[in-house]
């Protein structure tokens, strides 16, 4: 830096120079704190210290000038900054500060000095740019040191730099209209940076009036043309003479040649400062001039979008409307845009207010505030009375929230805003922007055009929701590119999500362009580059290859096309090869960057610096100047809040990575973790990543060991059994560590649902367990997981030799199940009336008497789907030993569990003093506090009421069951599934064929999730019934089959049963009733002999069922079967609820038509019982058939079943009442 200059010198050469904005002067009014430290340190030679502003501390002021003061500032990581703050921050110059950070803010190159944000210190007031820190000599100090002229090498460096820059910023289309010595910096290296983008502009934007530094201004600004490209380069003339002469040239220079030059750089030197702007050299050949690389400046490029223009013309048609553009990075939103906005201008005369999210931001209502700056801007060019027309009375306010307006609103004279509360004032302000934007909606439609709306914060959600409130919201359109994968964590739409609109939402998802637009849209590009004009046939082929590897991404096509070489046959036409040319032409410092964020392999913090055993090269790497230019270059991308950045697309990681080579990623990964572990919190999660990424696995192990707990502690527990995996698998450890991290892994797998998985990790556990108990439990602990998941083999192959060893003599067969059940049940009364009167606490009982409980426990709920008699005959066993131990949670949950078979019983008092216990067993509950229990036995309470045939109440009790368990609980995967199967069951009842199916699908994805075989088993086969209802019947009986080659228990199972019953319905469905008898009576004596007819539902439906197939084979002509079908009505009639009597009216109306005899009566009854047992469409189906029977459409019957997700109203009526179906009309 060049110290000997003035701070405040117009052109001096200090760092403090680049921000000085070329203004009239005007009276400071600096915020105090900094008057006073410039004071302190004129005075006393002393600091003040200045407070922070934002995350930033302010360390001393480098510079000043008419509109700005510059501090050096240092970030939250240590990296050096300088802050931008206004000197009177006015609306007009706080627009003005907005407007120079978003002109450059993505215009990322290495010649230019990079800004990081833009934002508002809420506490302070004051708004302020945090940019790149330059610590360099301005370009004279730089290129004539001492007054001489510095080496032709160092000049032509320089100039080359200072080329590219310009071009840089004229490619982007932007003016920079102050160029100047004090402007150029160039740091110690060589280095060039231009800052002091104050006065830049859009090369379109009008003409604003004269604006620079006197000296630097082209011949034709001083004659009021508007500035253009041309009178930048004069600028750069007249640097380029400074640096060869020594002064400022006279315009037009004269023909005298300066002594030592070469001529190529004198007659460029007059080239650029020709009177005539026409005359001198454009930027592109300026460099081509100087030997460097010139690409040529992109042209918009849009092709296609047929199907998502129309569907945006839709939405747009009735305003208001809020319409969101969709699609990843790259995906073409932005252009998509865009063109909307340009055909709502174009074609319908709309007013478009254009506006942008930027991740760098953090200004109030970020969302709205360049939409409101163009409102400001267009008010502006309307006539005071049109402005004070449309201004509704609360505008002062307005104009409190948006400063924007301050000149639109004070022009008109509104006065002063009221003095109200801060929330009132705000809704004053809404209003008005209603009424506002209302007013100019009256004369033409009015559309708010956003960009990158993810990044909005919730304050603008909340401000754009109430702006589209009802009632009556502003006839507008809100149009609106968002990112896809950046939606699900906005701050925005957690925001605007749950805002209710008074207008409709259009989303408009960009899939990837058609191979016919890819390749049209390459051709466009190639089109424009040098030497491809004049081959056609090459271009084409070009483009071919281009559309078919970009897979139709805009990005990626846009990328290949403008990278590709002069058009040689010869050249790489792949998307890796374009980028493997873009990575290897950034500057070292950019590709460290980069490498460093695709090993990353995540998004990574802004202010992590590389640590300096990497070179000097790499020091600070991740401040903003070498993001900015991969930014630039859609190489790395903004995430989260912006504060953090990742590689811009997977493709670019891969390409990195793969350049980079194992052992390079390994010293990346070494890097990384040094980095972490050096902060004050380090993560966990990330060091486990990168220790492992550098080979360093004991260390990496001892950090998967401290993620795994905070992973569990995060309730991420099947991230925490993974990391316990790999910790073990890496470390090295005692014999006890294993074993708790053995355990801790199993407990995590069990908390996550994946008990199958568990089980095993338990039997290792237990191998590794140092005494007898422990070993025992955690035997216990395998039994029950493998059970609960449907691992039955396994299950009872651990369970027999561990109940053995424990004294507990469990049924080994079905044929004594029954009877060990009646033993166990008189010994239960025995021990009701001995059980000890006080309860006892769990640790007061002996730890194998608990062993022996537990084990009846987790036997009895593992088998009572797949054996129910075997598992009453356990659990009664097992509430037996807990009356013995007085430990209340113990015997609840038990005695809860055993009700079920009471309740199942047909002798109605066994059922009904069934009920009463568990009523107890809840009250127990409760008092207990113990939302185990109470979850527990409220779903119990909803499988009883499902038992008696209370289909709703059933519903509600096992659902508000499960929500408890899964709010408080872990562990309780088989609680949870128990409750989706009654619930299930429910819907079929209930005809709720819809429910039946998405709840069946969604249980059936998480059972295929964590593994859990019976719980996958049983939600295919409901979405089996589910598909017979659909008309379906062929995608049944595969699921079928699937669900029990899943399901390879031996036995006659529950999932047996169900899979019966859907595949007599498909064979019934399909008018195969000789099928459908022949399929019963195979399965019948299995049925029988597992003893699941004991239970009320299974028994009734398996009777239900056997008549059905045995009408269909009668009416077939199978002989015979019509006394069976009455031998099942007659078991029927023996039942309590009203399934069972409404079935039995239906078989006995059957038989009757069968034999030619009067059945209206018996099937007008059997439709009113299942109508009044909420059984709709099984009531729907008998009325179905008895209008067929009467010979009358069945219209409403059909209506009925349509509803309820009949598909065939008649093919599926004929599995209710397959008889009737059979006779002839």
Not at 30 to 53: C, D, I, M, N, S
Not at 884 to 908: C, F, K, M, Q, W
Not at 1047 to 1068: I, K, M, N, R
């Amino acid at each position: 830096m060049h110290k000997d200059a003035p701070a405040d010198a117009p052109d001096g050469d200090s760092f403090a120079a680049q921000f000085a904005a070329a203004e009239p002067p005007r009276p400071r009014e600096a915020p105090a704190e900094h008057t006073r430290a410039r004071l302190a340190a004129q005075l006393f030679g002393a600091a003040l210290q200045v407070p922070p502003l934002g995350p930033y501390a302010v360390l001393r002021e480098i510079g000043h000038g008419a509109m700005g003061v510059v501090h050096e500032g240092r970030g939250p990581g240590g990296q050096q900054v300088a802050l931008k703050t206004l000197r009177r921050p006015d609306p007009a110059a706080i627009a003005r500060l907005k407007k120079e950070f978003r002109n450059v803010v993505d215009v990322g190159h290495a010649n230019l000095v990079a800004v990081y944000e833009l934002a508002l210190d809420q506490a302070r007031g004051e708004w302020y740019i945090a940019m790149e820190y330059v610590p360099g000599d301005s370009w004279l100090a730089h290129l004539r040191p001492a007054g001489e002229r510095a080496p032709e090498a160092v000049l032509r460096a320089a100039l080359g730099q200072l080329a590219s820059g310009v071009y840089a910023l004229h490619r982007a289309g932007l003016l920079h209209r102050d160029l100047k010595p004090s402007n150029v910096l160039v740091t110690a290296e060589g280095r060039l940076k231009i800052v002091d983008f104050g006065l830049a502009r859009l090369a379109d934007g009008g003409h604003e009036g004269l604006a620079g530094t006197a000296g630097y201004l082209a011949p034709e600004l001083l004659a009021g043309a508007p500035p253009s490209p041309a009178s930048d380069w004069f600028a750069v003339g007249v640097m380029l003479y400074e640096a060869l002469a020594g002064r400022r040239p006279r315009v037009p220079p004269g023909p005298t040649a300066i002594d030592g030059i070469p001529a190529d750089l004198q007659a460029l030197c007059r080239d650029l400062l020709a009177e005539n702007p026409g005359a001198r050299p454009s930027g592109r050949d300026l460099l081509l001039r100087l030997g460097l690389d010139a690409p040529p400046a992109p042209s918009p490029v849009f092709v296609g979008r047929a199907d998502e223009l129309a569907a945006c013309a839709r939405a747009l048609d009735d305003a208001p409307a809020l319409l969101l553009l969709v699609g990843p990075s790259g995906a073409g939103k932005s252009a998509l845009l865009a063109r909307v906005a340009a055909d709502l201008h174009d074609r319908r005369g709309a007013l478009v207010l254009h506006g942008r999210c930027y991740a760098g931001e953090s200004v109030p209502y970020k969302a709205l505030d360049g939409v409101v700056e163009a409102l400001a801007q267009h008010l502006e060019t309307c006539s005071p009375g049109h402005v004070l027309n449309a201004m509704p009375e609360e505008a002062a306010d307005l104009r409190r929230v948006f400063p924007a307006l301050h000149r639109a609103v004070g022009a008109v004279g509104l006065g002063e805003p009221v003095d109200a509360a801060p929330r009132e004032t705000r809704r004053r302000a809404v209003a008005a922007l209603r009424r506002l934007l209302a007013e100019l909606a009256s004369a033409r439609p009015i559309v708010l055009a956003i960009d990158d709306l993810q990044w909005g914060d919730a304050d603008s959600a909340r401000l754009l929701g109430e702006l589209l409130a009802p009632p009556d919201p502003p006839p507008i359109v809100v149009a609106a590119s968002v990112r896809s994968d950046a939606r699900p964590g906005s701050a925005f739409f957690a925001e605007l999500d749950a805002a209710p609109l008074a207008c409709p939402i259009h989303e408009v998802e960009l899939a990837p362009l058609g191979p016919a637009e890819a390749e049209r849209m390459a051709a466009t590009i190639l089109a424009e580059g040098p030497g491809r004009g004049d081959d056609p046939g090459l271009r084409q082929r070009l483009a071919a290859a281009i559309a078919r590897e970009s897979q139709g991404s805009p990005l990626f096509i846009e990328a290949m096309a403008q990278r590709l070489g002069d058009g040689a046959e010869g050249v790489a036409t792949s998307l890796d090869g374009a980028l493997q040319a873009e990575v290897a032409a950034l500057e070292p410092g950019e590709r460290l960057a980069l490498e460093r964020l695709a090993v990353a392999g995540r998004p990574l913090r802004r202010d992590l610096a590389l640590p300096r055993e990497l070179g000097a090269a790499a020091a600070r790497v991740l401040d903003g100047a070498a993001l900015a230019v991969l930014g630039a270059r859609r190489l790395v991308r903004p995430c989260g809040e912006g504060d953090s950045v990742e590689t811009y697309h997977d493709r670019v990681r891969e390409v990195v990575l793969h350049r980079l080579g194992a052992a390079g990623r390994r010293d990346h990964h070494r890097a990384l973790a040094r980095a972490l572990a050096a902060a004050p919190d380090p993560d966990p999660d990330e060091l486990v990543l990168h220790c492992h990424g550098a080979d360093d696995l004991p260390l990496a192990s001892r950090w998967a060991l401290r993620a795994a707990e905070r992973a569990a502690a995060a309730l991420a527990f099947a991230r925490a059994a993974s990391l316990y995996e790999k910790a073990l698998s890496w470390g090295t450890y005692p014999p006890e560590h294993v074993l708790k991290y053995t355990i801790a892994r199993a407990d995590a797998l069990v908390y996550a649902g994946r008990c199958a998985e568990a089980a095993p990790v338990y039997l290792t556990a237990a191998a590794l367990a140092p005494d007898r108990l422990q070993e025992l439990e955690l035997r216990g602990r395998a039994v029950e997981h493998y059970l609960v998941s449907g691992r039955v083999d396994a299950g009872l192959h651990v369970l027999g030799p561990l109940a053995h060893e424990l004294g507990l003599p469990f049924p080994a067969t079905s044929a004594g199940t029954a009877l060990r059940l009646v033993g166990e049940l008189a010994r239960l009364a025995i021990a009701r009336r001995r059980a000890p009167r006080e309860p006892v606490a769990a640790e007061d009982v002996a730890a194998e008497l608990r062993l022996r409980i537990d084990l009846c426990w987790s036997a009895g709920k593992g088998l009572g789907f797949i054996d129910p008699i075997r598992a009453a005959a356990i659990s009664a066993q097992g509430l037996r030993l807990a009356l013995a131990s007085g430990e209340p949670r113990r015997i609840a949950r038990a005695a809860a569990y055993l009700t079920i078979v009471d309740i199942n019983a047909p002798d109605p008092r066994r059922a009904s003093a069934a009920a009463r216990e568990l009523a107890l067993a809840r009250g127990l509950a409760t008092r207990l506090s113990d939302p185990h229990l109470t979850g527990l036995t409220t779903i119990l309470t909803g499988v009883a009421a499902l038992n008696n045939g209370q289909w709703r109440r059933a519903l509600a009790g096992v659902e508000s069951g499960a929500d408890l368990l899964r709010a408080r609980c872990v562990d309780v995967h088989w609680e949870r599934a128990i409750a989706h199967a009654m619930a299930m069951h429910a819907h079929l009842m209930l005809g709720d064929f819809a429910g039946l199916r998405a709840r069946a699908e969604s249980w059936q994805h998480e059972a295929e999730d964590i593994g859990d075989r019976f719980a996958l088993v049983v939600a295919i086969l409901y979405t089996a019934h589910a598909a017979v209802a659909a008309g379906e019947p062929a995608r049944a009986r595969a699921a079928v089959r699937k669900a029990l080659s899943l399901w390879p228990y031996e036995g006659f199972s529950f999932q047996h049963w169900l899979a019966l019953g859907v595949e007599v319905d498909c064979d019934l469905y399909d008018g195969r009733g000789r099928e459908a008898w022949a399929r019963v009576e195979r399965a019948w004596p299995a049925l029988v002999r597992s003893q699941l007819m004991r239970m009320q539902i299974p028994r009734i439906d398996a009777h239900r069922l056997r008549a059905s197939a045995a009408l269909a084979a009668a009416r077939a002509g199978q002989r015979g079967l019509i006394r069976a079908a009455a031998a099942d009505a007659a078991v029927l009639a023996g039942e309590r609820i009203e399934l069972a009597h409404a079935a039995e009216d239906l078989i006995r109306a059957q038989i009757a038509a069968l034999r030619r005899r009067p059945a209206a009566d018996l099937l007008q009854r059997a439709a009113d019982r299942f109508t009044g047992g909420n059984m709709p469409a099984l009531a729907a189906a008998v009325r179905h058939g008895h209008d067929r029977q009467l010979g009358r459409p069945p219209t409403a019957a059909e209506l009925a079943l349509v509803r309820c997700g009949v598909r065939d109203p008649s093919r599926w009526s004929a599995t209710v009442a397959p008889a009737l179906y059979a006779m002839p009309q």
